[in-house]
C-alpha cells in the first residue's frame, strides 16, 4: 500500500512538472504557427527527464508497483503530446501539399512532361512528408502517420487530376482557336472569290489545316501519357470542331450571298480578265460580259446553296444556271454599247443609271428563285 501510494504521488508530481515544463510549453507555442525542426527528439527528451527522475525516487519501492505506476506516467504525458504531435502532421501535410503544387507548376512552365513530373514531384514529396514524420516522432510512442499520408497521397493525386483537366482543357482550346482561325479568313475569301473549284478548296483547306492541328495537339499532348483511348477522343473532337467551324462559316456566309453575289458581279462586269479596269468602246460585247458577270454571281449562289464538305454530287448548280441564265430578262437589246453618250474614253465606265437595270434585274429575278429553291 505504501508503495502504491508513494509511487503515485510521485507519478502525479512529475505529471505536473512536465505539464508546465518551459521547454514543452515553448514547443507547444512554437507548433501553433508552424512545423518545428527536432519536435520528437525534444520531447523524447523532456519526457525521458521526468521518467529518469522517477525512476530515482521510486528505485527502493516495489518492483511490480514503480513500474505499473511508470507506465500510468508515460501513457499521461504522451496524451499531454498527442495533440501538439497532430498538429505537427498538419503542418507537414501543407507543407508537402504546398511544396507539390509550386513544383509541378514550375515543372509545366519549364515544359516538362505532366505525367513524369507528377511522377517525380509525387515521389520527392511523400520522402519529404516521411522525412518530417521520422523528426516528429516522439521515441516513447508508437504513433501511425499512415492515414494522414494516405489522405495527403489522395489529395495530391486529386490536385494532379485537376491541374491534368485544366491543362487539357486550356491546350485544347488554343487549337481550336488556332484552327479557327486559320480556317475562318480563308473561307472567307473563297466565298467571296466564287470560282469553279470552292469546295474543293474548302475541303483541301479544312484538311490541310485539320491535319496540322491534330498533329500539334498530338505531340502537345503525349506528355500528359494518355491512354489511347483519351487521346485519340481528344484528336477526333478537334476534327470535328473543324468541320463545324467550315460548317458555321458556311451558313454566315449564306446570310451575305447576295452582297456577295452583287460583289462578284460587279468585279466581272468592270474588270477584264487581266483583272484591269474595263476600257468600254464600241467593239465591248456587252452581252457577252453581261452573262458572264451573271454566270460568275450564280457561281456564288451555287457554293452557298449546299454544304459540300462530303464530296456529294447534287444539281444545285445545273438547276440554278439552267433556271436563272436561261431565263434572265435581256436589258440591252443589242450585242455592242451604240448609245452617244458613252463614246470610247480610256477610262469610260457605263454610268449608273445603266448599270442599274441590268443588276436590278438579274437579282431582283435571281432572288425570288433563291427563295423558291431554298
Not at 501510494?5 to 507555442?29: G, M, T
Not at 490536385?159 to 482543357?169: E, G, I, P, T, Y
Not at 452581252?287 to 456564288?300: E, P
Request: a negative charge; glycine letters at 4%; hydrophobic letters at 40%.
Amino acid at each position: 500500500m505504501v508503495a502504491t501510494f508513494r509511487c503515485e504521488e510521485i507519478a502525479n508530481e512529475k505529471r505536473r512538472l512536465l505539464s508546465v515544463d518551459e521547454v514543452w510549453l515553448a514547443l507547444k507555442e512554437a507548433i501553433q504557427v508552424g512545423p518545428v525542426p527536432g519536435f520528437g527528439k525534444k520531447l523524447s527528451s523532456v519526457l525521458d527527464t521526468y521518467l529518469s527522475d522517477y525512476d530515482k525516487e521510486t528505485i527502493y519501492f516495489d518492483e511490480v508497483v514503480r513500474i505499473r505506476k511508470r507506465q500510468d506516467l508515460e501513457s499521461q504525458a504522451i496524451y499531454i503530446f498527442h495533440p501538439a504531435y497532430n498538429r505537427m502532421l498538419d503542418h507537414l501535410y501543407s507543407k508537402v501539399f504546398d511544396s507539390f503544387k509550386i513544383s509541378l507548376e514550375q515543372s509545366l512552365n519549364e515544359r516538362e512532361g505532366f505525367a513524369a513530373a507528377v511522377r517525380t514531384r509525387l515521389q520527392s514529396c511523400l520522402l519529404e512528408f516521411d522525412q518530417g514524420c521520422a523528426d516528429a516522432a516522439i521515441r516513447q510512442t508508437n504513433w501511425d502517420a499512415s492515414k494522414i499520408r494516405k489522405e495527403l497521397h489522395h489529395d495530391i493525386h486529386e490536385h494532379a487530376s485537376m491541374v491534368c483537366r485544366a491543362k487539357l482543357s486550356e491546350i485544347k482550346a488554343n487549337y481550336e482557336e488556332k484552327l479557327s482561325a486559320a480556317l475562318i479568313e480563308p473561307m472567307k475569301y473563297l466565298f467571296e472569290v466564287g470560282c469553279e473549284d470552292t469546295w474543293a478548296s474548302v475541303r483541301r483547306l479544312l484538311e490541310r489545316e485539320t491535319k496540322a492541328a491534330a498533329f500539334g495537339l498530338s505531340n502537345a499532348i503525349a506528355g500528359f501519357e494518355l491512354d489511347k483511348a483519351s487521346s485519340d477522343a481528344m484528336v477526333q473532337n478537334l476534327r470535328s470542331y473543324a468541320r463545324i467551324v467550315v460548317e458555321k462559316k458556311a451558313r454566315e456566309e449564306v446570310g451575305k450571298v447576295l452582297i456577295h453575289m452583287k460583289d462578284r458581279f460587279l468585279i466581272v462586269f468592270n474588270h477584264d480578265n487581266d483583272s484591269m479596269p474595263r476600257v468600254w468602246t464600241r467593239e465591248v460585247d456587252i452581252k457577252t460580259i453581261l452573262k458572264n458577270a451573271q454566270s460568275a454571281s450564280l457561281r456564288v449562289l451555287s457554293d452557298m446553296a449546299v454544304i459540300r464538305l462530303d464530296e456529294k454530287p447534287d444539281m444545285v448548280r445545273n438547276l440554278l444556271f439552267s433556271s436563272l441564265m436561261g431565263g434572265t430578262v435581256d436589258t440591252l437589246a443589242s450585242n455592242t454599247w451604240e448609245q452617244e453618250a458613252h463614246k470610247p474614253r480610256n477610262n469610260w465606265l457605263p454610268s449608273p443609271w445603266a448599270l442599274a437595270p441590268v443588276v436590278a434585274a438579274f437579282f431582283g429575278f435571281a432572288t425570288d428563285e433563291v427563295k423558291e429553291n431554298m
